[in-house]
């Protein structure tokens, strides 16, 4: 488990991290999501102990994790897959982190079967593509076979096979009891591999929720109704935040209003509905509803502070 308690970092003016409160569960891949400079790899630093924090602090299983007896075991993480001595080969450069924490050969030869870099073991990583780092990286993660994944951006570089692996990876080792945490700005792929999120903005924590509370509580779910009374089942569901968009002579869209209470408007005032189904909307349209405030460099728009913090409200 890890957990986060008021955990600050501030380089000289910048806030990177801002007091973020929170507790990251064994048995679930978390999705740490957050626009560019949000302060995600900055709060996994802060985590690993490579970076001390300003104010608050980051626990490990119940401590800091500069303080762990079996530092690999309890840990695994890839922040830069490219931080490799570039001269070894993949093998021996596993071997060799191995050797310090007493994994042998053979647990070597099973991980680097295990990312698929077999055929390239006795390369010199220098000569690794982007997708092999990364898949290297992960090997040494998962050398001591450890209790807790912390994943920097992982997907990046990776084929559609290694994607595929590292999705089944990740939520094996989550049904095991482990604990996952792992970022990444694809969030297709964060909404088929991760069961939590946390979301940051400008060091703030946005939301801490499951994935399907977080969607489900974003302005982006709707309603498609087709009725043959359309026009006056329109006139009766229009109100303040209730947006309605016809698609068809008797096909329209609800957002801000659910089935439950559009299917009772209807039965009230005696109008048909031959149609009546929620639409849930994609962890893509939820999140850049709630970051749109929260962008730290955007192409377009001046810089705006983030207003939206649902956290109470997803917990
Ligand atoms: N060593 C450092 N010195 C000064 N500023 C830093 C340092 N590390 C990070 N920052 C600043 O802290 C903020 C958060 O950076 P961080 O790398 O944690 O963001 P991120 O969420 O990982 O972004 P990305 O999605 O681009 O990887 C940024 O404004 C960054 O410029
Ligand atoms: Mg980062």
Not at 31 to 40: E, S
Not at 157 to 177: N, S
Not at 268 to 286: T, V
Request: charged share 20%.
């Amino acid at each position: 488990m890890i957990e986060l308690h008021e955990l600050t970092k501030r380089y000289g003016d910048k806030t990177a991290v801002d007091g973020i409160t929170a507790t990251i569960q064994p048995g679930a891949v978390t999705g740490f999501l957050g626009p560019n400079g949000a302060g995600k790899s900055t709060t996994m630093r802060l985590i690993l102990g490579l970076d001390g924090p300003t104010s608050g602090h980051a626990h490990v299983n119940g401590k800091p994790y500069s303080t762990s007896k079996a530092p690999l075991a309890e840990v695994g993480a890839v922040l830069d897959a490219k931080a490799i001595d570039g001269g070894r080969s993949a093998r021996n450069h596993l071997l060799a982190l191995g050797a310090s924490v007493k994994v042998g050969p053979r647990r070597v030869d099973e991980v680097i079967d295990l990312v698929g870099l077999t055929d390239v073991a006795h390369r010199r990583t220098r000569q690794f593509s982007l997708g092999m780092g990364q898949r290297l990286g992960i090997a040494s993660a998962l050398l001591a076979d450890p209790e807790i994944l912390i994943l920097d951006e992982p997907v990046n570089g990776l084929d559609v096979d290694g994607v595929q692996w590292l999705r089944g990876l990740l939520t094996d080792m989550a049904a095991e009891g482990r604990t996952v945490l792992l970022s990444s700005h694809l969030m297709s792929e964060m909404e088929l591999v991760a069961e939590r999120l946390l979301v940051i903005g400008q060091g703030k924590i946005l939301a801490d929720s499951t994935i399907r509370d977080f969607i489900q509580h974003s302005a982006v779910g709707s309603v498609s109704v087709v009725s043959p009374d359309a026009d006056r089942l329109i006139h009766l569901l229009q109100g303040d935040g209730i947006a309605i968009t016809t698609t068809g002579s008797e096909r329209f869209q609800v957002q801000g209003m659910g089935t439950r209470t559009i299917g009772d408007i209807a039965f009230q005032n005696r109008l048909r509905i031959h149609e009546l189904a929620p639409h849930a909307g994609s962890l893509e349209e939820a999140y850049m509803a709630m970051t749109r405030d929260a962008v730290e460099y955007s192409g377009t728009h001046a810089h705006t502070p983030a207003s939206t913090t649902v956290t109470g409200a997803l917990r």
